[in-house]
C-alpha cells in the first residue's frame, strides 16, 4: 500500500490564483481530513468527510472548498488564494471502526 | 470543546539522557490521546495512542506515555534519547465518537546534543 499520497509536494501561487490539492489513499479508509499547519499553532482541521459524498467543515474552513466523489480521492480547492492561505497542508485518513488517523507527508504553499 | 496544551515550545536534551514531554488536556469525558512524531519535511507519524485500559502505554522507538486522568495529562517519555529522536512531537486529543474532531498541541520542538 502506498498509504496517503499529496500532490503537489510544493507549489507557489499569486494571490487570486486557484488550484486544487490532491489526495489519494488506497486503505480503503472511509474517513478523509485536510488540515494546515503553521508556526506556532499546530494542526487545525479544514474539512473533513466521513464517506464518499459527505463532507463538514472543520475550525478553519473559510477559503476552501472539498468535496469527495470516491472512497480513495478528497481534493482541496482553493478557489482565489490569498497570502495568508501559506501553509503546509496535510491530508490525513482512517478507517471507519478505528480513530488512529493516518497522515500523508505534506503539501507547502507558498501564496505571494 | 477540548483543548490541548504542550507547554514546552522548545526542549534541547544530550545523547542518553532521560526525556518527558509534556501534554495536557482540556475535556469534558474521557479523551482519545495520541501522540505523533514529525521529522524535518516529513508527515506526521503515530508514536502512541491511548483510548482505554492500562494508562501507561508503549509505542514505537522506545517511547512511552502515561495518562494520568487526575492530572489532565499525556506526558511522553524515554529512558535515553537517541540523535535521531531530534524532530517535533504534537500531543493530540480526540472526542470519543466524535468523528474527525482531532486537536492538536502547538508541538515540542527536541533538539540532541552529542
Known amino acids: 500500500n502506498a498509504g496517503v499520497t499529496q500532490t503537489p509536494k510544493f507549489q507557489v501561487l499569486k494571490t487570486g490564483q486557484s488550484m486544487t490539492l490532491q489526495c489519494a489513499q488506497d486503505?480503503?479508509?472511509?474517513?478523509m481530513s485536510w488540515y494546515r499547519q503553521d508556526p506556532g499553532m499546530g494542526l487545525r482541521l479544514i474539512h473533513y468527510?466521513?464517506?464518499?459524498?459527505?463532507?463538514d467543515q472543520g475550525e478553519v474552513p473559510n477559503g476552501y472548498n472539498v468535496s469527495r466523489s470516491t472512497t480513495e480521492d478528497f481534493p482541496l480547492r482553493l478557489l482565489s488564494a490569498a497570502p495568508s492561505q501559506t501553509s503546509v497542508y496535510f491530508c490525513?485518513?482512517?478507517?471507519?471502526?478505528?480513530?488512529?488517523?493516518?497522515f500523508g507527508p505534506g503539501t507547502r504553499l507558498l501564496v505571494l | 470543546a477540548q483543548s490541548v496544551t504542550q507547554p514546552d515550545i522548545h526542549i534541547t536534551v544530550s545523547e542518553g539522557a532521560s526525556l518527558e514531554l509534556r501534554c495536557n488536556y482540556s475535556?469534558?469525558?474521557?479523551?482519545?490521546l495520541f501522540w505523533y512524531v514529525q521529522s524535518p519535511g516529513q508527515g506526521l507519524q503515530l508514536l502512541l495512542k491511548?483510548?482505554?485500559?492500562?494508562?501507561l502505554v508503549q509505542g514505537i522507538k522506545g517511547f512511552e506515555a502515561e495518562f494520568k486522568r487526575s492530572q489532565s495529562s499525556f506526558n511522553l517519555r524515554k529512558p535515553s534519547v537517541h540523535w535521531s529522536d531530534a524532530a517535533e512531537y504534537f500531543c493530540?486529543?480526540?472526542?470519543?465518537?466524535?468523528?474527525?474532531?482531532?486537536?492538536f498541541g502547538t508541538g515540542t520542538r527536541l533538539t540532541i546534543i552529542p
Open positions: 490525513a485518513s482512517r478507517p471507519g471502526q478505528e480513530e488512529t488517523q493516518y
Open positions: 486503505m480503503n479508509h472511509e474517513y
Open positions: 468527510s466521513v464517506g464518499a459524498g459527505i463532507t
Open positions: 475535556y469534558g469525558a474521557t479523551p482519545y
Open positions: 491511548y483510548f482505554s485500559g492500562d494508562t
Open positions: 493530540a486529543v480526540g472526542v470519543v465518537g466524535g468523528n474527525e474532531k482531532l486537536t
